[in-house]
């Protein structure tokens, strides 16, 4: 098959995975991280964190999630887990242990926050 | 040891040396004289070091201190200071001759020595005397024009504020001086080498002098009982994935158990001085297992090479494009051209070395050290977090230094991940200053290509089909991997209007360096093939070259091979723009079509797609309480001009003094993530992002009704805004099986015209001139458009006639035929705006365009002047030479 796609590709996992949340197309990376941070909305979150074993998200997940998406929202970059501790008054170990996956691939991804490690895309 | 007495900057010194101890680092290293730089491993090859002694420009790295006694020195920073700055210092600013600045310093120092004798000297006399100096940035165009400038300055025909634009009037449009420029002429600006930090720890690393073996183990033993040493570190030492991940996570900080490239990192020494931890590096035992080295796309898919990844076959990424039906199309064409292109491996030469310094210092908030990273990534977010990964350490801040040039090499973390993981390991702050050499043996690489390409064309002249099949040696790293080829397809019709695409794009790992963005990253080399490929068939069919261009053009409507339509295509009027030079050049070239010096035109024309779907940028301004605001935005400025371009915009926008525009681009602690400074996409993408967040600022001042900080206050509204700025996210840039999509956003588009010489009894080709009309749209700084360009096209004739990097064999800039004055060419260029849809006040970024349709222009102007192709680059004289031999 001279123009088929390579198996190889199929096999990196590369680029985006486009699905549908509650009705809504909504665009991510590879990781599971939102593309676009805007498309983000609370359904999803819960939605995305039953599926990553969460029965439901409390209001101290939510309050790290609000924190997190108000700070990108004003500082258009994630906040390190100092500023995180800061400003939910939660210890590192609780906020890790809070979010399967943790904070980076677990709070920040369900906050809708994008990947920064994503770069290579786009240009 | 021997007592030296002499005078540096007009005081009076006497200082205690050994024999062989060079002025360079009594300077830098001992009186903290950092604006006198170093780039080559003080071979005398670079003049970043140039200084003047007793009258003369002197390179200080060749000089040894105890043959200075009583000498009379000058250093760059005792000529001036930004607030009083030396009319030489002055005259580089203005005429736009610093971009990344890392070269200025030494070029000053050789400009003054020069008009100290010779206060009016024509171009030869400049050329003679800057000889020692070289500069990847300029071509060397505007740092001549300066040295004419500041010759009238001295003169007294002229001053400064003759020249200078008027700071109160219009701020687009208009060559303001970039911000930074001052502090690069002057000395004053730090790049990351000139950054002391007390009681840190020096790094040596120990690298595989083998490109494909297994490692069986590693003895430091000896080496941790040297004197000085603190320690050596391998891969188990660190805590983190040990993956630099971009694209997919196969590049590893230090080599576990296998090595897949020459000179790949295995452990790191950290001890009290740089030579003490080289000598301990050399005493580490790596016991290795040598394999089959696979240097080329061939040997790795050859049946039965190894398989160089455990997750990936050798070939690693294909990628086809079909638009419309290229076989049927030129089946029934009247002419068909078909033909093979190559290209090499190229280093991207920034002048700058490696360097990366690292240090830990206690966080008031937190329970464990902040380590702070100083380098010169293009996209300090990414790297941030691309080393908190590597590391398992999340605490980090990363700091930009100036950058003494990247095009596009620092989209991958290097020395950073070595002092970083040394910092930590150590905990100790450190510096990682490795040479030249090592420089290059640890940074990615312009990709080598390897084309089969196809063109048929009607009996009217009209391009009907065009095919190209090519390789891509990725080299032993994945990188940007799908990227190349993505771009490569997203531009393959190039400036035309091309009915029927076929294409397949293919990428190898092999044992070579890793290629990864380099100033176009793919349509460089794929536009070299269309280029050659369209004036071999305006040559077949007997038309114009320029006729046969402005024939096929693609036009408003049409598609791309994307099968993305266009909107805004000025190729035809830069075409007609180019027409007036294209005829004298013609007319000029015919009177040397005889003898042994052969003299011909050629064009590449270039339409270079800015920002592929899915791009997305952020940026931040906020009003100060002067009234005046603060940019925030990730966005590296190695020399192209973004601290210009955010200045400039804001001001504009605001209608502000440019002093009252503060821009913070270069810390990860108050920036935002603002993308890779990558893909000429900062003026689109993040000047875009900021122009948004501008006019939220602007909505609601009109909404307060005020415009001072205070009234912002008074009115309950915020002062800081964020702006962003995406492109589309309907679909994929590219579908994986036809290579139809949205591609990319926007386009920049150029003709350029070498005029070129060919000796052909030595084969050896020059570049007499080249000649560029762009559109970039709203220029915002037309100097800095200019500036690219020439650079860009100096860069460019190297890619086309010299330069070719093979790993253990290139190792200084001789031996990388760095473009030196030597080969320097005339430059024109003519700006043509066609303001731009939905752009940064109709602005988009000119950086990588500036080369793309160079290499095609001097190779088909070979042809034109000696009638062969040569077109596997570099085009070098003893391939044109067997080329005319084949002729015979």
Redesign the interface.
């Known amino acids: 098959m001279e123009y088929g796609p390579d198996q190889a590709n199929e096999d990196k996992g590369l680029g985006r995975r486009n699905r549908t949340i509650a009705g809504r197309d909504l665009h991510f990376d590879q990781e599971g991280f939102f593309w676009d941070s805007q498309e983000w909305f609370e359904e999803a979150a819960e939605i995305m964190a039953h599926e990553a074993g969460l029965a439901r998200l409390t209001e101290t997940h939510w309050r790290v999630i609000r924190f997190l998406r108000e700070y990108y929202n004003t500082q258009g970059r994630a906040p390190l887990n100092r500023q995180l501790k800061a400003g939910t008054g939660l210890s590192l170990m609780d906020l890790e242990g809070l979010f399967p996956g943790g904070i980076k691939n677990g709070a920040r991804r369900l906050a809708g926050l994008p990947n920064p490690k994503t770069c290579a895309d786009g240009v | 040891m021997r007592s030296v007495n002499l005078t540096i900057n007009g005081r009076q010194r006497r200082v205690v040396t050994t024999a062989d101890k060079v002025l360079l680092d009594l300077l830098r290293d001992d009186l903290g004289l950092t604006g006198t730089k170093q780039s080559c491993d003080k071979k005398g090859q670079c003049g970043a070091c140039m200084v003047i002694i007793n009258g003369r420009a002197v390179r200080s790295c060749l000089t040894k201190v105890a043959s200075l006694e009583g000498a009379d020195i000058i250093t760059v920073e005792g000529l001036g200071t930004p607030e009083n700055p030396h009319l030489i210092q002055e005259a580089f600013v203005l005429s736009g001759a610093i971009q990344c600045g890392f070269c200025t310093p030494g070029m000053i120092m050789s400009a003054k020595a020069l008009l100290d004798k010779d206060p009016d000297p024509d171009e030869e006399a400049i050329k003679k005397a800057l000889r020692h100096n070289i500069c990847r940035c300029t071509g060397y165009t505007k740092i001549i024009d300066a040295i004419k400038l500041a010759g009238r300055f001295l003169r007294g025909e002229i001053t400064p504020d003759q020249v200078r634009p008027d700071p109160d009037g219009p701020k687009v449009g208009v060559s303001h001086p970039r911000p930074s420029a001052l502090a690069k002429a002057c000395g004053t600006a730090e790049f990351t080498a000139d950054i002391k930090v007390p009681g840190t720890l020096a790094l040596a690393v120990v690298r595989s002098p083998y490109a494909h073996a297994d490692i069986k183990g590693v003895d430091s033993s000896l080496a941790e009982k040297m004197p000085g040493v603190a320690g050596v570190m391998t891969a188990k030492d660190i805590k983190g994935t040990n993956r630099l991940?971009?694209?997919?996570a196969d590049r590893p900080l230090l080599c576990e158990d296998k090595v897949r490239s020459l000179g790949e990192a295995v452990a790191i020494v950290a001890a009290e001085t740089p030579e003490k931890a080289r000598a301990a590096a050399e005493a580490v035992k790596v016991d290795y297992q040598v394999l089959e080295v696979l240097d080329s796309p061939a040997k790795a898919l050859a049946e039965g090479a190894p398989q160089l990844h455990p997750?990936?076959?050798n070939?690693?990424?294909?990628?086809?494009q079909?638009k419309g039906d290229a076989e049927a199309a030129l089946a029934g064409s009247a002419a068909m051209v078909e033909h093979r292109f190559s290209t090499s491996i190229i280093h991207q030469s920034p002048l700058e070395p490696e360097a990366c310094v690292a240090w830990l210092e206690e966080?008031p908030?937190?329970?464990e050290p902040i380590l702070t990273v100083v380098g010169r990534s293009i996209?300090i977010?990414?790297h941030?977090?691309?080393l908190q990964?590597a590391l398992g350490y999340?605490?980090?801040r990363y700091l930009e230094a100036y950058s003494g040039g990247q095009f596009g090499l620092k989209?991958e973390i290097t020395s950073e991940g070595i002092a970083a993981a040394a910092a930590l390991h150590f905990q100790s702050g450190v510096r990682y200053i490795p040479s030249l050499a090592e420089s290059m043996l640890m940074t990615s690489k312009r990709h080598s290509f390897n084309m089969k390409v196809r063109m048929g064309a009607d009996d009217q002249g009209r391009i009907t089909a065009y095919t190209n099949d090519f390789m891509v040696d990725k080299g032993a790293y994945f990188?940007?991997?799908?990227?190349i080829l993505v771009?490569t397809l997203g531009m393959l019709s190039g400036s035309y209007n091309i009915p029927n695409i076929k294409a397949?794009g293919?990428i190898v790992y092999t044992n070579n360096p890793y290629g990864s963005?380099a100033r176009g990253?793919g349509p460089p080399q794929g536009n070299f093939a269309l280029e050659c490929t369209v004036e071999m068939m305006a040559r077949k069919l007997g038309q114009d070259s320029l006729d046969f261009r402005l024939k096929n053009s693609l036009l408003p409507g049409q598609t791309k091979s994307t099968g993305r339509a266009a909107e805004q295509w000025p190729i035809p009027e830069l075409i007609e723009k180019i027409r007036p030079h294209y005829d004298r050049a013609v007319a000029e070239a015919a009177a040397h079509k005889e003898g042994p010096v052969r003299r011909g035109v050629g064009l590449g024309c270039g339409s270079f797609g800015i920002?592929?779907a899915?791009?997305?940028a952020?940026?931040?301004v906020e009003l100060d309480p002067d009234n005046g605001v603060s940019v925030?935005?990730?966005a590296a400025d190695p020399g192209e001009g973004n601290d210009a371009m955010f200045t400039q915009l804001a001001a504009h926008m605001l209608d502000l003094p440019l002093d009252k525009v503060r821009i913070h681009l270069r810390d990860?602690d108050n920036?935002?993530?603002?993308?890779?400074a990558?893909?000429s996409?900062i003026t689109f993408m993040v000047g875009g992002a900021l122009q948004d967040a501008i006019n939220q600022l602007k909505e609601a001042m009109e909404e307060a009704g005020a415009r001072t900080y205070q009234g912002l206050v008074d009115a309950g509204k915020p002062v800081?805004y964020?702006g962003?700025k995406?492109?589309t996210?309907a679909a994929?840039?590219m579908d994986?099986?036809t290579g139809q999509g949205p591609g990319f956003e926007v386009e920049i588009h150029a003709i350029q015209m070498a005029e070129v010489e060919v000796d052909i009894e030595t084969g050896q080709a020059s570049v007499v001139k080249m000649t560029a009309v762009v559109d970039a749209g709203t220029a915002i700084n037309p100097q800095n458009i200019m500036g690219q360009l020439e650079g860009g096209m100096d860069m460019g004739a190297g890619l086309a006639l010299r330069e070719k990097y093979v790993a253990g064999e290139t190792t200084d800039w001789k031996t990388y035929k760095f473009p030196t004055m030597e080969y320097y060419f005339d430059k024109e260029v003519l700006i043509h705006e066609t303001p731009r849809i939905n752009a940064t006040q109709g602005a988009i970024g000119v950086g990588e365009m500036a080369l793309v349709p160079t290499a095609p222009a001097i190779i088909n102007g070979i042809y034109d002047a000696a009638g062969v192709w040569v077109t596997n680059l570099p085009a070098t004289p003893d391939k044109i030479k067997a080329a005319l031999a084949g002729q015979g």
């Open positions: 991940k971009l694209a997919i997750h990936s076959p070939l690693c990424y294909s990628q086809p079909i966080d908030e937190g329970d996209n977010h990414a941030l977090a691309g990964a999340e605490n980090m989209l990188s940007i991997g799908q990227g771009r397949l293919k963005a990253a920002s592929l899915g791009d997305a952020v940026a931040a925030y935005a990730a990860t920036t935002t993530a603002a993308g890779p990558a893909g996409r800081r964020l962003r995406k492109t996210f994929p840039p994986p099986e």
